[in-house]
């Protein structure tokens, strides 16, 4: 059986009072990816299960490593050409603190079967409007692991279809990145 982790990044939006509440946003699209892998033994590391403000991602990154070898990773979240937001502060009102994956991420102890892949599904993790850069989260990740990186070069929203979700760019689709060093 195939192994996949998935990082869920963390998303707030506010309810109807206009009060701070955890979204279940990118938990939807793995819950769907699920459903369409059934050999797949999936692990959900979901942002909102970390919650120490000191290291919230030595908690997360320590149960990644403990989680592989693996096939498939899946990150879920906010991003851009430079960064993975699993948590982000851009929601005041549940500060989680600034936690990244970022060019300076070591991935040394994360292990990998052969001919794994891994999808950055978030906006802009592999270049922008449509433009593929050449340094960016995606290629970082890929020189660093030796696995091929699949990501967006769009920003990307939820989509609903028939009661499945799906994080889907604005033109296009997921590209590969490979190890260049």
Known sequence: MQKAVAIVGLETIKDKNDNPKFSVTFLNNMETWKKEHPNTKLVILDARAYKELDDPMGGLWADLIAAGPIDTLLYSGHSDSEILY???KYRKELDYGFR??????LWDEVKFNSGAKIYLAGCQAGGQEGKRFDVCIAQDIADKTGVSVFAFLWRSSQHE?????????E?????EFK???
């Open 161 to 169: 279809k028939k009661g499945q979700y799906y994080q889907e760019p």
């Open 179 to 181: 190890r260049k060093i």
């Open 86 to 88: 699993v948590f982000s």
């Open 100 to 105: 990244f994956i970022m060019f300076s991420t």
């Open 171 to 175: 033109h296009g689709g997921f590209v």
